[in-house]
């Protein structure tokens, strides 16, 4: 099964739960432009709050604990024989992060609106201000359906198989650093920016030209890739991304904010 589901085929579906996870960093907060107008059924799903523990040495996102997400999904109406449908305002970044976390947590039936709201709306389908109570969900969270990274691994990784970079390329290169206190990458990552993953009305590239784009940075079978970004959000696009076109990835969750909290792990730049 595809993790991508069009507009016209949720909107075909009987029963889903359906997750807003619009969020945008250093942006407004999702939660206002879910009130002004969303897909007919869905629930506000916060990154923040809903699909990472706080901030710390961990990274700006680590992963919830497994009763805290579990209590999370049952608030917002997931349960486990119910297919769940996520999407964000169009590029499907926030999404992946929902889409990657439900399956880390085991859920099996997961899929990500491809386009987001923008394709919904784009589609002529209507939106709604009307919220719903939700009655709660039976999801029972179990860790460790979705491969991860920890930092040795993914150093260990980027020496041995394949390790992608999925940030801007400037910060890659140590240009830039707008978030984290040093700039740079994990020595021997190859960058590969997410942004190229999606056309530029936010739907993903066809399957062959991510796997011929994955192909062309070393992602082969039989070959281990693995990802990681800032947080660990955009790293979870790059590794839906690589679902897509049938290469199975790794996520470092920690990523760079765990990667240089850690003032002995050796940086490279340009």
Known sequence: MS????????????????????????????????????????????????????AGPAGRHPLPAPEAFQEAMRRLGVSEGRPVVVYDEADSTAAARAWWTLRYFGHGDVRVLDGGLRAWTRAGLALTKDEGAV?????????????????????????????????AAERYRGEVEPLDPVAGHVPGAISAPTFENVEPGGRFHAREFLRERFNSLGAVEGVPVGAYCGSGVTAAHEVLALEIAGLPAALYVGSWSNWVADPGRPVATG
């Open 3 to 54: 993790p991508l589901i069009s507009p016209e085929e949720l909107a075909a579906i009987g029963d889903a739960a359906i997750l807003d996870v619009r969020w945008r960093l250093g942006g407004p907060p999702g939660a206002e432009a879910y009130r002004e107008g969303h897909i007919p059924g869905a629930v506000f799903c916060d990154l923040n709050a809903d699909l990472a523990a706080p």
């Open 135 to 167: 009655p709660p969900g039976d999801f029972t969270a179990r860790p460790g359906g979705m491969p991860v990274l920890d930092a040795d691994q993914a150093a260990a990784l980027a020496s041995d198989g394949v390790l992608l970079d999925a940030r």
